[in-house]
């Protein structure tokens, strides 16, 4: 074996041995104890199809499965749509805009405990600025929030939207300022107004960026957990229980780990599956 050879493996060994013991072995153990009835303080009994077809009659798993589809369905637009103003305001040469671009990625980074608690003191039904704002402008019965079965879900979306929008602006900033801007020029000299620059030149120069956006957020949208644990804790009732919620539950509360992961691998699917969809839409429109 070269010097070469090893001195690879020196650098690569410590990574792969990391991803194996951390991240393939658990995923691989995953899959055998989505088949089992197993708690940690027992042998784990192999049940089959079991625990699938349990799901199949599980009321709290499919609404579970609806709260996320649900918060996936306003989320992904809502983000894409955010985080791309957002870039296409701080793509310019204007004083302070660094400052802007650091305020807009700044509740990225932020505790999330610290996000739930100031956004539950704004939605408060009672006390909140928002709902005083609302009453303020004419609203006579003002939404109950983060307290209302109908309104907590809403409640989550605007708080996941302005929470991460400002990290896929950076992205978007990144494909912004990779067109040439030859390519405005052209159009501008064209005639072209600024609504047909954007649909015919930004547009298709952020359709990579675009694409890589979208997948990202489906699968940050169907695996949320965090935000709606320290925000409602999946309240009220079963309002905002998501999937990635209800896999804690079963797993850790209520010790069902063999359940869990069955759950678990049908997330896995479907992110996995959306994902391959898009991936061929992409490459046929890129064909």
């Avoid at 951390?22 to 027992?42: E, M």
Wanted: include cysteine; hydrophobic fraction near 50%; aromatic fraction near 16%.
């Amino acid at each position: 074996m070269s010097r070469n050879t090893v001195a690879g493996w020196s650098f690569i060994l410590p990574n792969f041995l990391g991803f194996a013991l951390l991240t393939l072995l658990p995923v691989v153990v995953l899959f055998y104890v989505a088949f089992t009835n197993w708690n940690v303080f027992g042998v784990a009994e192999w049940t089959g199809t079991a625990n699938f077809r349990r799901m199949w009659d599980d009321s709290s798993f499919w609404t579970a499965l609806r709260n996320t589809v649900y918060y996936a369905v306003f989320h992904i637009p809502l983000t894409l749509a955010a985080a791309l103003g957002l870039a296409l305001l701080l793509n310019r040469k204007l004083r302070g805009v660094r400052f802007f671009r650091t305020i807009a990625f700044f509740p990225y980074i932020t505790s999330i405990v610290a996000i739930a608690v100031v956004w539950n003191q704004l939605f408060s039904p009672e006390y909140g600025p928002i709902n005083a704002l609302l009453g303020a402008v004419g609203v006579d019965n003002p939404p109950g929030w983060t307290a209302s079965a109908t309104w907590s879900m809403p409640a989550v979306i605007i708080v996941g939207t302005w929470r991460y929008m400002g990290y896929y602006m950076l992205l978007f900033l990144a494909g912004l300022q990779t067109i040439p801007a030859q390519l405005y020029e052209a159009a501008e000299t064209d005639g072209a107004s600024p609504w047909q620059r954007f649909v015919h030149v930004t547009l298709p120069g952020l359709r990579t960026t675009t694409f890589f956006v979208t997948v990202l957020l489906t699968i940050e949208s169907f695996k949320v957990f965090d935000l709606i644990l320290v925000m409602t804790g999946g309240g009220p009732g079963q309002s905002t229980l998501v999937l990635s919620q209800y896999i804690y539950q079963k797993g850790f509360e209520e010790n069902q780990f063999g359940y869990a992961s069955a759950v678990s691998i049908v997330l896995f699917g479907i992110c996995f599956g959306i994902t391959v969809i898009q991936f061929m839409v992409n490459k046929r429109r890129n064909s």
